[in-house]
């Protein structure tokens, strides 16, 4: 009797619990994508997409795919039920949007611009935008003071600043602008503080869209604003020029370096060995110290994959930098994830299909 009852809420907590992680993963055979259910079945064989560009993106900790389909359309996939949840085209040059803790994506859908946020239904915006700019690696992405801005480019080629925390509506009162860029003050000893922002024409502030870096100075008038987009004044687009009008040291964020990424290692062979876990370590092979094999050191160093060459990399989440491995086999060009830590997806299994494992 004991037993029976420890079974039926063994098995109960397993069901509750397997609900609660995405049940498809996303896997690539031949540059074909497919998608996969953990139990090893396929929701989606490559094939499907066969005259797609075969690109998805992981929406938040894997709560649902983005994938594109034939003639330029993304079907967004939910990864627990596997089930569509609705079609657009996706802004893909502007990717992930990082709002606070929240992600949205930017969608075309029947002629109006919306943004899908996981979990909620799709947000429509009242303007139709080509496209908005990445935050996604901006250095404070466009957050001061506690608020946060969007930068939305129009079909007209100039710009809205939407705020999100005011229902994503356009700050009001700007003039027609159609560049821009940020504007920090140098503090002695503590961080750049953003103070402001530089509106303009794309003649004085020569930049392309998701341009960050590497933006010229130029002798053409733009507007300076502080961070509550009260005009400041108007003076030419140096770097001395804005400093006098503020009255202090100042540097322009196109000015500046870009920041080092951490997101999405690659993983590089150092001539030692790689420890993931307790369970899992990738070691580089007694021929060639440049290439690394993933094994079980609880088993042994038994290789989890094989001796063929494959190619890891760190998948970040917004749970972890280093999550999960993607990896991919160097002969066929076949990628698919590895949990090492089981923090989404069966721990230490292969999330492919055994007949596209070719190394096998």
Known sequence: MKFIFAFIIFFFFSCVFAQERPQFVPFKFEGKL?????????????????????????????????VAK????????????????????LDRACGRLRIKNDSYYHFELNGNSVLLRPGSSPIRLATHYKKIEPNLDAWDNESVNGKQYLWALKTDETYDVLAP????????????????DLIYRINENAP???????????????????????????NHAVDIYNTDFNK?????????????????????????????????QIITPQNKAIVLNDEFSLIPTKDDQTQLVLVNTQQGNVPVLGNDHF????????KSLKALLQIRHAETGTFFYFDFNGLYFPKGIPLIPKNYRKWE
Do not use: W
């Open 165 to 180: 925390d005011n229902h994503f509506i356009p700050v009001n009162s700007l003039p027609s602008f159609d560049s821009f």
């Open 311 to 318: 190619d890891y990399r760190y998948i970040s989440t917004p």
């Open 70 to 89: 034939n003639k330029g359309e993304d079907e967004v996939i939910d990864a627990y039920s596997g089930k569509e949840q609705f079609s657009g085209y």
């Open 192 to 218: 750049m503080t953003q103070i402001g922002f530089v509106l303009g024409s794309k003649s004085a502030i020569q930049r392309t869209f998701g341009q960050k870096y590497g933006i010229p100075e130029s």
């Open 34 to 66: 497919g998608i996969l259910n953990v139990s090893g079945t396929e929701l989606v064989s490559p094939d499907t997409f066969i005259n797609g560009p075969g690109n998805y993106d992981v929406v938040g900790d894997f709560q649902s795919y983005i």
């Open 232 to 264: 400041l004044g108007t003076v030419a687009y140096e770097r001395d020029a804005i400093a006098q009008l503020l009255n202090q040291e100042i540097e322009l964020r196109g000015s500046m370096m870009p920041p080092p990424s951490m997101s999405n």
